[in-house]
């Protein structure tokens, strides 16, 4: 069983700063995923970075990237340069690549607010 | 714009009722889902399914029931909602191919209320 957590229930910066979300998991896999989706407000969950974990270098999508340490089963957000936009729920989530399902195991989930 | 289509948006209804929310996706994905957030943020699979005829009970025990005749419609069904179905229904499907995954895409989601 994967499990995935995620420390930090809610961050608060201010807008144009770096932001960075911590997430763990468990996996006794050696072929998985790993993801950051967003959820705004009332909106629907996207995808904002994917990560596979065979692969050393980090993931990065324009202002967004990751820090992936596989040793220490860590895969933290950076959101750098931060726009009140940016305000949502992020989940990090984990996926087991053998087969099967491959439903994902969410995180908690951490509430960013982005002030003005 | 989403390429899977989720109905309705939101829905309070009296206990005991039947009721059935509609997952619609245009992707061709084989593979598609259902997760109950509840009012913490935390997301739970309820069912699963690999494709046509097929479906899978999830990580979290629900009294709700899905069937997958076409590719594109996943269906959940609840025969008598009670107030403790009140939650957030996400549907999804995941894109999956050249061995490789590329994640799930969600729906809008249907915020349920039983009342």
């Known amino acids: 069983a994967q499990t995935v957590t995620q420390s930090q229930p809610e961050m608060s910066v201010q807008e144009a700063e770096t932001v960075t979300l911590s997430c763990t998991y ?17 909106r629907q969950m996207i995808l904002v970075i994917r990560q596979e974990a065979y692969k050393q270098q980090n993931a990065t999508e324009n202002r967004f990237s990751v820090n992936f340490q596989k040793a220490a089963k860590s895969f933290s957000l950076k959101i750098s340069d931060s726009q009140l936009g940016d305000t949502a729920m992020y989940f990090c989530a984990s ?13 908690k989930g951490t509430h960013l607010i982005i002030q003005p | 714009e989403a390429d899977i289509y989720q109905t309705p948006r939101y829905l309070v209804i009296g206990t005991g009722k039947k009721i059935t929310l509609e997952c619609s996706q245009t992707m061709g994905h084989d593979k598609m889902y259902w997760y109950q957030q509840d ?33 594109e419609h996943f269906p959940l069904t609840l025969e008598s909602a009670r107030p403790s179905h009140t939650s957030q229904y996400l549907c999804a499907s995941s894109e999956y191919f050249g061995g490789e995954h590329y994640g799930y895409t969600f729906g809008s989601g249907t915020r349920l209320t039983v009342v």
Request: aromatic share 14%; hydrophobic share 25%; charged share 15%.
């Open chain 1, 26 to 42: 468990d996996t006794s896999e050696n072929n998985y995923y790993l993801f950051w989706y967003k959820q705004p407000p009332s």
């Open chain 1, 95 to 107: 996926m087991y690549s053998g087969g099967g399902a491959d439903g994902l195991t969410f995180g």
């Open chain 2, 39 to 71: 009012p913490g943020m935390e997301l739970h699979l309820i069912h699963y399914s690999y494709g046509v005829n097929s479906t899978e009970k999830g990580d979290l025990s629900s009294e709700s029931t899905v069937s997958r005749i076409r590719t």
